[in-house]
């Protein structure tokens, strides 16, 4: 009966020591900085004619008869 509320207990415990041992790392301090570039080069991409993945999967559902003409 006291098994499985021991178990959990030691299961907290164990989690609370790793959790407080191995801090999670740190982001990139520039990281703003980064986003802002990646987001130039894919609207650079874009201009260059090299559509996204997501303009892409829209343009292949849409009907022939919606398409424009080439």
């Given at each position: 009966m006291i098994a499985g509320p021991a178990v959990v207990v030691v299961a907290g415990f164990t989690t609370l020591w790793l959790a407080v041992r191995t801090p999670d790392p740190v982001i990139a301090e520039d990281y703003y900085r980064r986003g802002i570039e990646i987001n130039r080069t894919l609207s650079a991409q874009e201009q260059r004619g090299l559509a996204p993945a997501?303009?892409?999967?829209?343009?292949?559902?849409?009907?022939?008869?919606?398409?424009?003409?080439?």
């Open positions: 997501m303009q892409g999967r829209n343009h292949a559902m849409t009907p022939a008869k919606d398409l424009p003409a080439h």
